[in-house]
């Protein structure tokens, strides 16, 4: 087996598996795919030691895509297998995947408190509005008067989940929105976002060819946030009310909140040392 | 649409040296090599076997491209370069297929038609840089290179030829299947 | 019936016997958990073994409460039939308990006569009564308690040795400082004195020196404590009646070990949280009851269909949905053999007392790990939250054995779910060159490719079924208990907290001529034909035993295995136990 040193230096797509990817074509994950794999060079990073932690939907297959250690778990659950895996490997760089409807349907109570307990993980969402696995119903982020399902035909007529306020609010430390219409820019924030201790949230505009056409228009919607990451979370906030949702690119907010970790024993003890407490 | 710009294209920085350009030329060849390839795999997923065999024969073209690129890098210390480092003008180099562009059911004509304003792309990139070149060599390089492109511009052209456009639209009667 | 005869003691010397039963009963802040708790310590110290369950009210506070006892020269795992001796400090609400507290016309009911008078639902048997003034003689003693007084009554009545009670209350005390001992003392003493006017009980012959170290100890740390010798080292939990103590012990003394406990967001989150720390190659386990068992089977069928081993712990508790949950029930047997959709095999086990729920604990954590695939342990409420003087239990050298890949010259691609002889395939651990892998809770192929071919899926069923069905477990599957008589023609079949009581019925059984065996299942799932038609032998009757309004167990005896020609089901919901009682019984009835 090779020494680590002695291994060729690796390129973006030694972190691509051979399992070919059944998204549609046209579909917005292939450029987080992409980025993530690119990403991964610049950090330096083995496919070892990375983990791509998913649930259930179209998104959530990217874990197989990839050759890094992968889970493919249940649907809303990514988080806390995620959290999990962090906290008894501390030592590995862990990613979780997954879409709109996985990560604040099903998974939104574990997402509330995955920016609560801010263990340093990578949350990327690709948020396409749509459920999109089980044939295009409306998902948390859908607008209201979206009448394109047949189980809405009305629209939801419900107000549409806001990840990134919400995200920010609950104690997320690191937040940003991309276009999958740029994966080196996805690139580089995943970089980041990896980077940045804590829990990173980004959120990825990535639309849906085949039951979300009109987003299409996204990319002539999105436009690059006109200034820079703020530290200060009341300031983040207020952009955040005000933001149209397609301000993307650019890091919204960094910040030092403490992260949840495993501490070292104050009092260590051998296990057969614990068997004093109940010794008579 | 008006493309995110990273941290260096707003200043419109230019390439200075002929290391840069060539690390610049080689990223283009083998990324638009591995872009064809996947789109290839696409397609062949999606038993699109027309576009598949187009993207493979197009994948081959490039990666000719990298060999001939690599010719010219021999010897030469190439800059190492974080995918945001480069000066694209677009999101992506240039000749990387936009993964937003294709369709499951996308022709061979529609295939070559993309490629072809890509390499267009690519040529308008190297006269972009000879344009704004200081040193000659640079200047030479980058206009050698706009030529390579506007020959393979002319290729694909031709290409079109051979891929009439097809009459009507391609469409699928079957609706989308649920996965689970 | 005997009068009611205050202060008159009885002529002849009380019998001393191998084990005497007394409830403690009284409300809003008397105490009477404090003092159960002291007197099992005093017991404790005196040398003796000890059993000690509670009730309460609803109420989070100040609600009425009962403390029940049993002390025994030997090692004891459940109650007896009847109560020796109640002593209430108060009536207030007593009759909560009535049921519980199973009296008869030997028993003896102490009360404070300035209180009133017992609760007719207390007397329908008979029992003797008596009383003593706890509340004045309290008074006598500056910051005198009257629990204080009735403890030192109980001591007398019982045989306990005073000085044995001294040391408890100097070590409870210590912090409260020399004034709060002595008052203490003083009115355990005048409790103590005042008793010899009190009609005689069973009392407690003197412990010779035991044989063995002996621990006080709840089920629920003996979970914990089984779980770490197991070799876990990560619990994600959410906190729920009756298996938060377990968490409780679990989080300082893992953290001392190295380990990590998490409180979880729920218990969807709890169970997410083990596969994934399993998944990076840490032995991990979680703990919780009937409802939140119900939330996780999703998620087990996930660890089975990845091939990830967890253990579950559930600490049954009345059901159904929220049931009663500061009672105990056997009930959650069906949803954690069959509770996961789809044909998911795996592994149920049950321990068969306080003491055993360490090392069952220990081998469910190494047989999880060894077979890749979760474990569920059916604890009880009454085991659980249930304190008992024990022999130290034994060191059991099984710790937890995943079979990791280790990488190779050879440059295929890992085969995650490769199809081996035993259907155990070894893992990858994050973090190993060259054998990164994708988990998945969809069918896959030997690599873990996700398909949906009908060969794929028969041949993944086959591998995690014979993963089980071909594995030895070995001696441990079962208790098999002859009665010192033989083993006759008659099994007792039963599983977990209904193996105390039954213990105690074949030993008695034995003790008047009867002969019988005893088979307590400790290994519920998978199933095990040929040992079972071993321990059944030529006996020609069963009897199943378990505490279930449906019959549970019994049905799934019958589902699983060949029983004698003929079989019957003692069972019955909770929350009263089943007492020996009821199982000699039933035993007699087929000797007539």
């Given at each position: 087996m090779d020494a680590p040193a002695e291994r060729k230096k690796l390129a973006a797509r030694d972190f691509k598996s051979d399992i070919k990817p059944i998204w549609c074509p046209g579909c917005g994950d292939y450029a987080v795919l992409n980025a993530l794999t690119k990403a991964f060079v610049e950090l330096g990073r083995t496919p070892e030691q990375i983990a791509v932690v998913s649930g259930i939907g179209c998104s959530s297959r990217i874990p197989a895509y990839l050759s890094a250690y992968g889970f493919?778990?249940?649907?809303?659950?990514?988080?806390?297998?995620?959290?999990?895996?962090?906290?008894?490997?501390?030592?590995?760089?862990?990613?979780?995947?997954?879409?709109?409807?996985?990560?604040?349907?099903?998974?939104?109570?574990?997402?509330?408190?995955?920016?609560?307990?801010?263990?340093?993980?990578?949350?990327?969402?690709?948020?396409?509005?749509?459920?999109?696995?089980?044939?295009?119903?409306?998902?948390?982020?859908?607008?209201?008067?979206?009448?394109?399902?047949?189980?809405?035909?009305?629209?939801?007529?419900?107000?549409?989940?806001?990840?990134?306020?919400?995200?920010?609010?609950?104690?997320?430390?690191?937040?940003?929105?991309?276009?999958?219409?740029?994966?080196?820019?996805?690139?580089?924030?995943?970089?980041?976002?990896?980077?940045?201790?804590?829990f990173?949230?980004?959120?990825?505009?990535?639309?849906?060819?085949?039951?979300?056409?009109?987003?299409?228009?996204?990319?002539?919607?999105?436009?690059?946030?006109?200034?820079?990451?703020t530290g200060d979370a009341a300031r983040?906030?207020?952009?955040?009310?005000?933001?149209?949702?397609?301000?993307?690119?650019?890091?919204?907010?960094?910040?030092?909140?403490?992260?949840?970790?495993?501490?070292?024993?104050?009092?260590?003890?051998?296990v057969a040392e614990l068997d004093l407490e109940f010794a008579l | 649409m008006s493309p995110s710009k990273g941290p260096n294209k707003g200043r419109r920085r230019a390439i200075h040296s002929v290391p840069e350009l060539l690390a610049h030329a080689l990223t283009i060849e083998r990324e638009a090599e591995e872009r064809y390839g996947e789109l290839a795999d696409q397609m062949a997923t999606h038993n699109n076997t027309a576009a598949e065999e187009l993207f493979r024969r197009l994948a081959q073209i490039e990666s000719r491209h990298v060999t001939q690129i690599q010719e010219l890098c021999v010897g030469v210390e190439l800059p190492q370069r974080a995918p945001w480092e480069f000066l694209w003008r677009g999101a992506e180099s240039p000749e990387a297929m936009d993964l937003a562009a294709v369709h499951y059911l996308l022709s061979p004509h529609e295939a070559v038609?993309?490629?072809?304003?890509?390499?267009?792309?690519?040529?308008?990139?190297?006269?972009?840089?000879?344009?704004?070149?200081?040193?000659?060599?640079?200047?030479?390089?980058?206009?050698?290179?706009?030529?390579?492109?506007?020959?393979?511009?002319?290729?694909?052209?031709?290409?079109?030829?051979?891929?009439p456009a097809q009459e009507t639209v391609a469409e699928d009667p079957d609706p989308p299947m649920e996965q689970g | 019936m005997r009068t009611n005869e205050i202060g008159k003691g009885d002529a002849q010397p009380p019998m001393t016997t191998a084990s005497v039963s007394l409830v403690i009963a009284g409300s809003g802040g008397?105490?009477?958990?404090?003092?159960?708790?002291?007197?099992?310590?005093?017991?404790?110290?005196?040398?003796?073994?000890?059993?000690?369950?509670?009730?309460?009210?609803?109420?989070?506070?100040?609600?009425?409460?009962?403390?029940?006892?049993?002390?025994?020269?030997?090692?004891?795992?459940?109650?007896?039939?009847?109560?020796?001796?109640?002593?209430?400090?108060?009536?207030?609400?007593?009759?909560?308990?009535?049921?519980?507290?199973?009296?008869?016309?030997?028993?003896?009911?102490?009360?404070?006569?300035?209180?009133?008078?017992p609760h007719e639902s207390l007397l329908h048997n008979g029992p003797r009564q008596a009383a003593l003034p706890f509340k004045r003689l309290a008074a006598t003693v500056a910051d005198g308690r009257p629990n204080m007084v009735a403890l030192g009554a109980i001591a007398s009545l019982i045989g306990l040795p005073p000085q044995a009670m001294r040391k408890v209350v100097e070590t409870h005390l210590a912090r409260k400082g020399q004034a709060a001992i002595d008052a203490s003392l003083a009115a355990f003493k005048t409790g103590f004195d005042h008793a010899s006017s009190l009609p005689p009980v069973r009392r407690l012959a003197d412990s010779a020196a035991p044989g063995s170290q002996r621990w006080s100890i709840t089920g629920n740390e003996a979970t914990g404590l089984g779980a770490i010798r197991g070799g876990v080292r990560f619990v994600a939990a959410y906190p729920i009646t009756p298996a938060t103590e377990v968490l409780e012990w679990m989080a300082p003394s893992l953290s001392r070990v190295g380990g990590v406990l998490v409180q979880a967001e729920d218990e969807l989150a709890s169970i997410n949280q083990i596969i994934g720390a399993s998944y990076g190659g840490t032995p991990s386990l979680t703990a919780t009851s009937g409802p939140g068992l119900s939330l996780m089977m999703?998620?087990?069928?996930?660890?089975?269909?990845?091939?990830?081993?967890?253990?579950?712990?559930?600490?049954?508790?009345?059901?159904?949905?929220?049931?009663?949950?500061?009672?105990?029930?056997?009930?959650?047997?069906?949803?954690?053999?069959?509770?996961?959709?789809?044909?998911?095999?795996?592994?149920?086990?049950?321990?068969?007392?306080?003491?055993?729920?360490?090392?069952?604990?220990?081998?469910?954590?190494?047989?999880?790990?060894?077979?890749?695939?979760?474990?569920?342990?059916?604890?009880?409420?009454?085991?659980?939250?249930?304190?008992?003087?024990?022999?130290?239990?034994?060191?059991?050298?099984?710790?937890?054995?995943?079979?990791?890949?280790?990488?190779?010259?050879?440059?295929?691609?890992?085969?995650?779910?490769?199809?081996?002889?035993?259907?155990?395939?070894?893992?990858?651990?994050?973090?190993?060159?060259?054998?990164?892998?994708?988990?998945?809770?969809?069918?896959?192929?030997?690599?873990?490719?996700?398909?949906?071919?009908?060969?794929?899926?028969?041949?993944?069923l086959d591998k995690r079924s014979r993963k089980l069905t071909g594995f030895n477990f070995g001696d441990w599957w079962a208790d098999v208990i002859d009665a010192p008589t033989g083993p006759g023609d008659i099994i007792i079949i039963t599983w977990g907290s209904s193996t105390g009581p039954a213990r105690e019925a074949l030993q008695r059984f034995s003790d008047s001529g009867g002969s019988a065996r005893l088979m307590s299942l400790r290994l519920i799932a998978p199933a095990q034909p040929a040992r079972m038609a071993d321990a059944i032998g030529s006996a020609t009757r069963a009897l199943v035993v378990e505490q279930s309004h449906s019959g549970q167990f019994y049905r799934m005896l019958r589902a699983f295995y060949e029983l004698p020609r003929e079989v019957r089901s003692l069972h019955q919901a909770g929350p009263l136990p089943i007492r020996p009682g009821q199982i000699i019984d039933q035993l007699n009835a087929w000797r007539t």
């Open positions: 493919h778990g249940v649907h809303g659950r990514a988080l806390p297998i995620a959290t999990g895996l962090k906290l008894a490997r501390p030592d590995l760089t862990v990613v979780v995947t997954g879409g709109d409807g996985d990560g604040f349907s099903i998974g939104g109570n574990h997402f509330l408190h995955a920016c609560r307990r801010n263990v340093d993980l990578t949350y990327i969402v690709m948020d396409n509005q749509v459920y999109g696995m089980t044939k295009g119903q409306a998902s948390p982020t859908t607008a209201p008067d979206w009448e394109g399902s047949k189980l809405t035909p009305e629209g939801t007529r419900i107000n549409p989940f806001q990840p990134l306020v919400i995200g920010l609010a609950s104690g997320a430390n690191f937040i940003a929105r991309v276009s999958s219409s740029d994966p080196i820019n996805i690139a580089q924030i995943i970089v980041q976002a990896i980077g940045h201790p804590g990173s949230l980004v959120q990825v505009l990535s639309p849906c060819i085949t039951f979300r056409p009109d987003q299409q228009a996204w990319r002539d919607q999105v436009r690059t946030a006109s200034v820079d990451f983040a906030a207020r952009r955040l009310m005000t933001d149209d949702g397609f301000n993307v690119g650019k890091v919204l907010f960094k910040g030092n909140r403490p992260v949840f970790e495993h501490d070292a024993a104050t009092k260590p003890c051998s | 038609r993309l490629a072809l304003g890509h390499e267009a792309k690519a040529e308008e990139f190297y006269r972009g840089v000879a344009g704004r070149a200081r040193l000659v060599p640079v200047r030479q390089l980058a206009l050698q290179l706009a030529d390579e492109e506007a020959e393979h511009v002319r290729w694909l052209q031709d290409w079109l030829q051979r891929y | 008397a105490g009477v958990v404090t003092a159960g708790s002291l007197l099992l310590e005093a017991a404790a110290a005196a040398g003796w073994y000890a059993w000690m369950t509670r009730s309460s009210g609803p109420q989070i506070r100040g609600g009425e409460a009962a403390a029940m006892l049993r002390f025994a020269t030997d090692p004891i795992h459940c109650h007896d039939d009847c109560f020796d001796l109640l002593v209430a400090i108060d009536w207030d609400n007593i009759e909560r308990f009535a049921a519980e507290i199973a009296l008869d016309s030997r028993s003896l009911v102490v009360g404070d006569p300035d209180l009133g008078k999703e998620s087990l069928g996930l660890a089975v269909a990845a091939e990830i081993p967890i253990v579950v712990v559930d600490v049954m508790r009345g059901g159904p949905s929220t049931g009663i949950p500061t009672k105990s029930e056997q009930a959650d047997l069906n949803i954690a053999v069959y509770g996961l959709h789809g044909d998911a095999p795996h592994l149920v086990l049950a321990p068969a007392s306080v003491s055993d729920c360490v090392l069952t604990t220990q081998w469910a954590v190494h047989l999880a790990e060894a077979l890749q695939t979760p474990a569920i342990v059916l604890t009880d409420q009454a085991m659980g939250q249930s304190r008992a003087v024990i022999s130290r239990p034994a060191d059991v050298a099984c710790t937890g054995q995943r079979e990791v890949a280790r990488p190779t010259s050879d440059a295929s691609r890992y085969q995650r779910y490769a199809l081996t002889e035993s259907g155990v395939s070894p893992m990858a651990i994050p973090g190993t060159h060259g054998l990164a892998y994708t988990a998945d809770g969809l069918e896959h192929n030997e690599s873990g490719t996700p398909s949906s071919r009908a060969l794929d899926h028969q041949v993944q």
